[in-house]
């Protein structure tokens, strides 16, 4: 069993649409939880950043962590074509620890 | 702060040749990562350095595979006999020890074909 598992999609929805994005991890020492952002062809880019369980928010971008049911999430609203890429959720245990991704969930929001 | 940069950004290789790529850190980050990332998947962790001192390696990390930061600056990543199996793209990201976001900044990425 991988220790991050996240739904490959491919993901399409039309413009304006809210789009939801989940993982489930198995390891209960995970504390650090972020969501990345990837363009083709590109690096990895941080979108949100959470500690232990709660939710975030930070413009159209809300990350929820349930470490109890072990369960991120990260929801988008008002999608917009610019938002297509991939999206990558990311674990560690400890600040400057390895990080652990999932595979990715690609998006295509339709203008 | 020009970012996380890699060298080349493509590279195409026979099988059993051996292969080097360079990553330069944000300047004032003393912690590098190496990640590899195969299509449809996400990045896996292959080793990290904090300063000079490599203190992580993953088990995907052969023993043709080898990693250096002499100065703890640039790192290489160096793949020697080269597999198909080696193609991938190698990502390179880097942190500065402490920061409350933890977050990774990660390079462009170079991209391996092994033919």
């Known amino acids: 069993q991988k220790e991050v598992e996240q739904d490959p999609g491919p993901l399409s929805v039309p413009e304006g649409a809210i789009v939801s994005l989940n993982c489930t991890y198995s390891?209960?020492?995970?504390?650090?939880f972020m969501w990345y952002r990837q363009y083709s062809r590109k690096g990895p880019e941080l979108l949100m950043y959470?500690?232990?369980?709660g939710n975030k928010e930070d413009g159209r971008f809300t990350a929820q962590v349930d470490k109890s049911s072990k369960y991120i999430s990260l929801f988008i609203r008002d999608s917009q074509p610019s938002d297509s890429a991939t999206y990558l959720c990311?674990?560690?245990?400890?600040?400057?620890?390895?990080?652990?991704f999932g595979t990715g969930t690609s998006l295509t929001v339709i203008p | 702060d020009t970012g996380v940069s890699q060298n080349p950004r493509h590279k195409i290789t026979k099988r059993g040749q051996n292969v080097t790529f360079r990553c330069d850190p944000i300047?004032?980050?003393?912690?590098l990562y190496w990640y590899r990332q195969t299509l449809g998947q996400g990045p896996e962790f292959l080793t990290y350095?904090?300063?000079?001192?490599?203190?992580?390696k993953s088990r995907l990390l052969s023993d043709r595979f080898s990693a250096e930061r002499p100065k703890g600056s640039f790192s290489t990543l160096e793949i020697q006999r080269t597999e198909q199996g080696d193609s991938a793209m190698y990502l390179c990201?880097?942190?500065?020890?402490?920061?409350?976001?933890?977050?990774?900044?990660f390079g462009p990425g170079t991209r391996l074909t092994v033919t």
């Open positions: 350095f904090q300063n000079e001192a490599q203190l992580e």
């Open positions: 990201a880097s942190r500065q020890a402490g920061d409350p976001r933890n977050e990774q900044y």
């Open positions: 959470t500690y232990s369980s």
């Open positions: 390891n209960s020492a995970f504390q650090y």
């Open positions: 990311a674990m560690s245990e400890g600040t400057g620890n390895q990080f652990y």
């Open positions: 300047s004032e980050h003393n912690r």
